[in-house]
């Protein structure tokens, strides 16, 4: 609001507005007699008691800010005007297609399409997020999901492509051990057996495989966990009479000579017909890298070894158990344990039948 004023001691005025906590400004005093001054809208009635006395020559005139802005710059109000209308008119053009998540379909193709549709780089788009997905769901079978999202000028596309079978691309699942299926819990892939079947080592548990509701095959790394009735059998032997090698005290050296690790000679040749060796190497001279390999031989000779099967039995079987342990799965729960021995034509056999439940898969 703008106040002009006419009349005496407006300078005593104008120290008590500024007491009262008026804020005033562009105050103008032309003459003893004439001022004008500028305050608030909100301060103009609580100003009409302080000025009562004094003539008002033109009136409470109001001027708004905003009116005297527009005028001073009016220009650059049009120029923002404008620009903002055309930033949301641009905003509307597409300048960028990003392209996210693809494998087998190439993203030249993804645009190709899109080009086909009107959705293109400098071009205006009129589809929405929702039509440009449907776009290419409608147009590729092979994709299972697709998400369109839009920022500023970009168009933002991300894929999620369908596993096709191909087969070789995932191994089956197979039977580590021989037994009977007792549970089955299959994450992903084709159940390939049932509870109740026995199997094989090697026999396919799960295919490498889903289908979808069309019946067409998906690969997928399979994942499940089959347990089994399993019969782990070990069995370990013993002639009452058995042969053995050992030394008969007679020994031969044989010298080899090399240079720069080329064979020179040898000296002495081994004539025994059974024997085991000890090799060792020295260096003939520090000037000449001429290396001697010194062989010795030990002749041996077969001599026979006559067991006492009673005695060497309850070795026999914990051998037998222990190799029956060490083919178990790494979970299992044990049913039954069987330890027996038997001998036929003076061998002593121990054999050790484990049965437990544990996971095959």
């Known amino acids: 609001m703008k106040i002009e004023l006419e009349g005496y001691n407006l300078g005593e005025l104008i120290k008590t507005l500024h007491r009262k906590k008026f804020t005033?400004?562009?105050?103008?005093?032309?003459?003893s007699t004439h001022i004008s001054f500028e305050i608030a809208d909100k301060?103009?009635?609580?100003?009409?008691?302080?000025i009562a006395n004094y003539k008002i020559k033109k009136g409470l005139t109001k001027i708004k800010l905003l009116p005297r802005l527009t005028l001073a710059n009016l220009g650059v109000i049009v120029a923002l005007f404008l620009g903002i209308i055309f930033a949301i008119f641009c905003s509307n053009y597409v300048w960028q297609i990003r392209i996210y998540g693809n494998e087998n379909i190439s993203k030249q193709e993804i645009i190709s399409v899109l080009s086909d549709n009107g959705i293109k780089k400098g071009k205006l788009n009129t589809k929405s997020n929702q039509q440009i997905e449907e776009i290419l769901l409608n147009n590729y079978n092979r994709l299972a999901q697709v998400s369109v999202i839009r920022e500023g000028t970009a168009i933002i596309i991300n894929l999620s492509e369908k596993l096709v079978y191909n087969p070789g691309e995932f191994s089956p699942i197979t039977a580590k051990y021989s037994g009977i299926i007792t549970e089955i819990n299959v994450l992903t892939g084709t159940l390939n057996v049932k509870v109740g079947d026995y199997v094989n080592v090697g026999d396919t548990l799960v295919l490498p495989f889903n289908l979808d509701s069309a019946g067409n095959k998906i690969s997928v790394c399979p994942a499940a966990e089959i347990k089994a009735k399993l019969y782990i059998t070990s069995k370990a032997?013993?002639?009452k009479i058995t042969y053995a090698l050992e030394r008969t005290g007679k020994t031969?050296?044989?010298?080899n000579y090399s240079i720069f690790n080329k064979h020179l000679y040898a000296k002495n040749k081994n004539s025994f017909d059974f024997f085991e060796c000890e090799e060792y190497n020295t260096y003939i001279s520090n000037l000449i890298p001429i290396k001697q390999t010194t062989t010795t031989y030990y002749e041996l000779k077969q001599v026979e070894v006559e067991h006492n099967l009673e005695q060497e039995k309850p070795e026999l079987?914990?051998?037998a158990y222990n190799d029956a342990i060490s083919k178990l799965p790494q979970d299992y729960t044990l049913i039954n344990e069987s330890n027996t021995t038997s001998l036929v034509d003076n061998t002593l056999y121990a054999t050790t039948i484990l049965t437990v439940e544990g996971i095959i898969s």
């Open 237 to 239: 032997e013993i002639n």
């Open 24 to 31: 005033l400004s562009n105050v103008c005093q032309t003459d």
């Open 43 to 50: 301060e103009s009635a609580r100003i009409n008691r302080f």
């Open 317 to 319: 079987v914990e051998k």
């Open 252 to 255: 031969k050296k044989v010298y």
